[in-house]
């Protein structure tokens, strides 16, 4: 099953679930329970910490929830880990918020943590996908930096990404 996060991103031939954390985990669940999938793919855009480039595709199943807060020590959590075990670049991995980072400081930050992008849904998909027992990957158009610019250059981006995610579609059909 293909699935997007839909509103401003409708991807064709890929089911919408809605954007962030919540909207997404609620409707990929009912989905699930309804129609048990196979696999879900998921399709989206992504801001990047800066080591993958604008307009880049990038494919993960690795997903983490890191907060700003939790990052700058702001706040705690007591979730198990969040952070990755090691900061080898060999795997992008995604981190979902229900917010978009716009500090180049703060995206070093994740960098340095082992984080590459950052996608409001994917770690809802993969969440959801772990509790059903149902394999879970997500391929991603980096449409923006996370800096300053980030909103500005996510709308400068984004025809063009949901151009590239609906050939990427696609080919999984």
Known sequence: MIVCAGHNELIRGATPIGIGLIESAVNLTKICIKNRPNEIFFIGSAGSYGRVSVLDRVVSSEAYNVEVSYLNKLSYTPLDE???KDVSHE???VN???????SKTDAKKFLNIGLDI???EFFSVVSVAKSFGIKAKGEFVVTNYCDENAHKDFISNHNTAKKIMEEIVARYR
């Open 82 to 84: 969040l952070i990755p």
């Open 91 to 93: 795997t992008i991995r």
């Open 118 to 120: 950052e996608n409001m």
């Open 96 to 102: 979902s918020s229900n917010y978009i980072t716009s």
